[in-house]
């Protein structure tokens, strides 16, 4: 059985929601943040995953970089994407990302527009997606004994949203996987919140190999650690 069949059957009890899904009714958009920075790939290459989870997936711009790098391994392995895809604070607070949520009588239709995206690049058979926020996600893949290999965060960016995100998905990474973070800018002229809840989390939790660049932290987590 593929890890993509697995994961269905744990999180999706055996459907698939891109078999399910119109694609000819939905557009692409293939617009993102920093979505290809090389750390995505790295981590891939390095770790060779099975599971790989992003927590802030919009139009899945970081999810296609990650899916497309298991493709080109061709890895057994999936990217399960977790997204209210409602947008965050930010996206609600400026008119421009607003928009970019696509209202569909007054509902944000961002999801369809992911889904669209993976189809339109071929990826499908490497993503799994998950329409619920980081909390409930997390507790659906530890009740369903779902670990991690490779974490991209990249939900909320206010300082509790990451400083709660690190804390409840940092124990579901297995022990030599890697934590990709977004937004985290060591001079903290942009998204200072992000690099402190970063700085803060990191300086009371075991790690190995913090570095940052372009906008992106990489870590990774001591092999033998669990927390
Ligand atoms: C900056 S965007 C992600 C960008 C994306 N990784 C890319 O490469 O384009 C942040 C996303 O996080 C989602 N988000 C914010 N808070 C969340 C939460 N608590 N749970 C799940 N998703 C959340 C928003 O809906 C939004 O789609």
Same mark, same amino acid.
């Given at each position: 059985?593929?890890?993509?069949?697995?994961?269905?059957?744990?999180?999706?009890? =055996?459907? +698939?929601?891109?078999?399910?899904?119109?694609?000819?009714?939905?557009?692409?958009?293939?617009?993102?943040?920093?979505?290809?920075?090389?750390?995505?790939?790295?981590? *891939?290459?390095? @770790?060779?995953?099975? *599971?790989?989870?992003?927590?802030?997936?919009?139009?899945?711009?970081?999810?296609?970089?990650?899916?497309? $790098?298991?493709?080109?391994?061709?890895?057994?392995? @999936?990217?399960?994407?977790? +997204?209210?895809?409602?947008?965050?604070?930010?996206?609600?607070?400026?008119?421009?990302?607003?928009?970019?949520? $696509?209202?569909?009588?007054?509902?944000?239709?961002?999801?369809?527009?992911?889904?669209?995206?993976?189809?339109?690049?071929?990826?499908?058979?490497? *993503?799994?997606?998950?329409?619920?926020?980081?909390?409930?996600?997390?507790?659906?893949?530890?009740?369903?004994?779902?670990? @991690?290999?490779?974490?991209?965060?990249?939900?909320?960016?206010?300082?509790?949203?990451?400083?709660?995100?690190?804390?409840?998905?940092?124990?579901?990474?297995?022990?030599?996987?890697?934590? *990709? =973070?977004?937004?985290?800018? $060591?001079?903290?002229?942009?998204?200072?919140?992000?690099?402190?809840?970063?700085?803060?989390?990191?300086?009371?939790?075991?790690?190995?190999?913090?570095?940052?660049?372009?906008?992106?932290?990489?870590?990774?987590?001591?092999?033998?650690?669990?927390?």
């Amino acid at each position: 059985m593929s890890v993509r069949q697995w994961v269905l059957d744990k999180l999706w009890h =055996g459907n +698939d929601p891109v078999a399910a899904f119109p694609r000819h009714i939905y557009g692409v958009d293939h617009q993102g943040w920093n979505s290809d920075h090389g750390y995505l790939a790295e981590a *891939i290459d390095v @770790v060779r995953p099975r *599971i790989v989870v992003e927590v802030g997936v919009w139009k899945g711009g970081s999810v296609a970089t990650m899916a497309a $790098r298991l493709k080109a391994l061709a890895l057994d392995g @999936v990217v399960i994407a977790i +997204d209210t895809w409602l947008g965050a604070s930010d996206h609600w607070l400026n008119p421009g990302f607003h928009a970019e949520l $696509r209202f569909r009588d007054g509902y944000p239709s961002l999801y369809h527009c992911f889904m669209a995206n993976m189809i339109d690049k071929g990826l499908e058979d490497y *993503i799994v997606p998950l329409p619920l926020d980081s909390v409930n996600a997390l507790v659906v893949l530890k009740e369903r004994g779902i670990e @991690v290999d490779v974490l991209h965060i990249d939900a909320g960016h206010d300082y509790q949203s990451v400083k709660n995100d690190l804390k409840a998905w940092w124990p579901l990474l297995r022990p030599g996987g890697v934590l *990709i =973070g977004d937004d985290y800018h $060591r001079d903290r002229l942009h998204w200072p919140e992000v690099a402190a809840a970063i700085d803060d989390f990191f300086a009371e939790t075991p790690h190995e190999s913090f570095r940052a660049d372009w906008g992106k932290c990489y870590v990774r987590k001591l092999a033998g650690t669990l927390s």
